[in-house]
């Protein structure tokens, strides 16, 4: 099974900017669909954005022109550069990988990585 670690976040103000990192382990990376999700307290998990092994890349409209999902493949990483930040993008940020772009979209997992806490706010 692929592990994941996301690392990179922390308390930034309205207006400010973070990049979240993703490693993945195994060998599969590469071919690998990733994803980047977010958790608010008391809010359901929310797909944010998905890049596929060939790059191409989605956003959840309430982030599209402030964040950027891209890969490093020869590290095994996926980030997320957000900028802009609002208050409501505080939230646990999660990713997760799949084969399957389409997968990943539904994001039913039993397997997520430990997150990482984004917090905005003056």
């Known amino acids: 099974q692929v592990q994941l670690v996301e690392s990179g976040g922390g308390l930034v103000q309205p207006g400010g900017s973070l990049r979240l990192s993703c490693a993945a382990s195994g060998s599969i990376f590469r071919r690998s669909a990733m994803g980047w999700y977010r958790q608010a307290p008391g809010k359901q998990r929310e797909l944010v954005a998905t890049?596929?092994?060939?790059?191409?890349?989605n956003y959840l409209d309430s982030v599209k022109g402030r964040f950027t999902i891209s890969r490093d493949n020869a590290k095994n990483t996926v980030y997320l550069q957000m900028n802009s930040l609002k208050p409501e993008d505080t939230a646990v940020y999660y990713c997760n990988s799949d084969l399957d772009v389409f997968r990943l979209r539904v994001g039913l997992y039993d397997y997520w990585g430990q997150g990482t806490q984004v917090t905005v706010s003056s």
């Open positions: 890049i596929t092994s060939i790059g191409n890349t």
